[in-house]
């Protein structure tokens, strides 16, 4: 059993950034497929980005490569997403998650069903 807590949200202006962490408790994520989605109000759940653990190997979504980075902190068991040059359209509840598939792919990654614990998620509101 895992727990995740989110955490760094808040209000931001365009343009900025803001460093969101997912803290993970009770297992090592070693061995887990990590996963950031968000969901904006009366919208599906969206990928962003993900990260299998053991090999370090990346996927984002094309609406935020090359502005957010999934980053993980072995030594405190949590993962981060870096999010840059931010827009009021990226303000959502963002939330991680955290699969048993240890050499999760695609399309897997991207489908939020296919992961096993989630975050309670943390609100980011970008003004213009």
């Known amino acids: 059993q895992v727990q995740l807590v989110d955490s760094g949200g808040g209000l931001v202006q365009a343009g900025g950034s803001l460093r969101l962490s997912c803290a993970a408790s009770g297992r090592t994520l070693s061995t887990y497929s990590m996963g950031w989605f968000r969901q904006a109000p009366g919208k599906e759940r969206e990928f962003l980005a993900a990260?299998?653990?053991?090999?370090?190997?990346?996927y984002y979504a094309d609406s935020v490569k090359g502005r957010f980075t999934i980053s993980r902190d072995n030594t405190k068991n949590t993962v981060y997403l870096r999010m840059n040059s931010l827009k009021p359209e990226d303000s959502a509840v963002y939330s991680c998650?955290?699969?048993?598939?240890?050499?999760?792919?695609?399309?897997?990654?991207?489908?939020?069903?296919?992961?096993?614990?989630w975050g309670q998620g943390t609100q980011v509101a970008v003004s213009s």
């Open positions: 990260r299998r653990w053991y090999d370090g190997w990346t």
């Open positions: 998650a955290a699969s048993t598939t240890q050499a999760m792919g695609i399309p897997d990654m991207v489908v939020p069903s296919k992961y096993d614990y």
